[in-house]
């Protein structure tokens, strides 16, 4: 299903395609880019930003959607293509979104713009276990790692304890989080190997991950370097960010952030996109080892994120600089970044604060104090586009009138790390 409006579109300033939500939407937007959204439901409340000019219902980006997600893409793209006369940008959010681009590569480039990396490169940053193996050709510090498999109980035998578990490939890992990792988060930690091989369903997902050396610090110690790289590697705008609390505490989504100024991530980032060439929007995920100060690389996502949106309110516009890159083949002006400003995702961040709270380390009047502050963005509500937020109180309204009293849960939306249902 397909509701556009070309009035008003030109080939001077085409609309970008954004696969994402509206932490993509909006940095966009507030420079005044035409968006259209390809989205899996109607209900969706990117859809009903202000900034938004249509909208491309698809019928979702997981692996079984994906050929009929990509001919509606086709679709979208062959229109825009022709009636403005030059390829329109796509902006994509997710890994699935990242995944299906990767498998139409080709067929896309006909009518979309976008920069990707190399396919070893592509290939390695989907997959922990080659990525690995990358890493340690291109001489990155990253934990130590076995792989999962037949020779996995051998191979774990020569990591240190305590070990941590992780998915092997980005996408299409929910059954794993079910039943190894109690479902929830991203990875789990076992003290011991004999924890590790134990559990029932070890065996069942063996081949399914990967095990490394847990390095040790909290939520406050995993940094990040975001940057937009052109065709040549060359990196054209970039920022770097810390996480102040996650939910799941261990392993889980962001749900307050910020902005910092810190060389060494910064040096670092740079030195790893430099060794791998890295190229369009990515993200370098680093954790700072508390005994040592040591930074190891966790992962690289190369795609937008829901960083950008912070990046943006602090006049780093990565989406931005990205669009006018693939559009006009020009570098944006960037200022240098003076962190005011933090991202929080309210209802995550309430269940972080319960989670330390139980635990001792977040007292009530240091939370209310961390969102007291009229400077913190949010990841639905917005004082200058506040209809999304109207659409995801309505739909929280109605599934609540549909459920018993105490059961109800918050609605879908889609996550940018993996295109999952979240609350």
Not at 55 to 66: A, D, K, M, R, S
Not at 92 to 116: A, N, P, V
Not at 233 to 254: D, H, M, N, Y
Not at 357 to 377: C, E, F, K, M, T
Request: hydrophobic share 40%; proline share 5%; net charge positive.
């Amino acid at each position: 299903m397909l509701s556009v409006s070309f009035e008003g579109l030109t080939g001077r300033r085409p609309p970008a395609v954004v696969l994402g939500d509206l932490c993509l939407v909006r940095p966009l937007g507030m420079v005044g880019i035409p968006l259209i959204v390809a989205a899996s439901h109607a209900g969706d409340e990117v859809l009903r930003s202000r900034h938004v000019r249509g909208g491309c219902l698809v019928p979702g980006f997981e692996e079984e959607h994906q050929s009929a997600s990509a001919g509606a893409l086709l679709d979208l793209g062959r229109k825009l293509h022709e009636r403005l006369s030059c390829k329109v940008p796509l902006i994509y959010g997710s890994d699935d979104h990242l995944d299906l681009i990767y498998r139409y590569r080709r067929e896309l480039s006909e009518h979309y713009l976008f920069t990707l990396n190399d396919e070893p490169v592509a290939l390695a940053l989907h997959d922990k276990e080659r990525f690995y193996e990358l890493a340690l050709a291109k001489g990155i510090r990253v934990p130590r790692t076995c792989k999962g498999g037949l020779d996995i109980a051998s191979g774990i035998a020569a990591l240190r304890e305590p070990l941590l578990v992780k998915p092997r490939r980005k996408t299409d890992w929910h059954g794993l989080q079910q039943q190894l990792f109690q479902g929830k988060g991203k990875a789990r930690v076992f003290a011991t190997r004999e924890e590790l091989l134990r559990h029932p369903a070890f065996e069942r997902y063996r081949d399914e991950l990967i095990v490394q050396e847990l390095i040790r610090g909290d939520a406050r110690d995993l940094v990040s370097f975001h940057a937009y790289a052109g065709e040549d590697g060359e990196i054209l705008a970039s920022f770097c960010g810390r996480k102040v609390r996650t939910w799941p505490q261990f392993a889980g989504e962001s749900s307050f952030i910020e902005l910092t100024t810190d060389a060494e991530v910064d040096a670092a980032g740079r030195e790893i996109a430099a060794k791998l060439g890295l190229k369009g929007p990515f993200k370098i995920d680093l954790i700072r080892d508390a005994p040592s100060g040591a930074l190891y690389v966790l992962e690289i996502n190369a795609r937008f994120n829901l960083w950008h949106y912070l990046g943006a309110a602090h006049g780093v516009n990565l989406p931005e600089v990205a669009y006018e890159h693939l559009v006009h083949g020009r570098r944006t002006p960037s200022r240098a970044v003076a962190p005011t400003r933090r991202w929080l995702d309210l209802y995550r961040d309430y269940h972080a604060f319960r989670e330390q709270r139980s635990g001792g380390s977040l007292s009530v009047s240091q939370w209310l104090s961390s969102l007291a502050s009229p400077d913190n963005i949010y990841g639905i509500f917005a004082w200058d586009d506040p209809v999304p937020f109207m659409q995801w109180t309505g739909n929280f309204i109605a599934k609540a009138c549909r459920q018993r009293p105490g059961r109800a849960d918050l609605p879908a939306q889609v996550d940018h790390k993996t295109v999952k249902r979240r609350p």
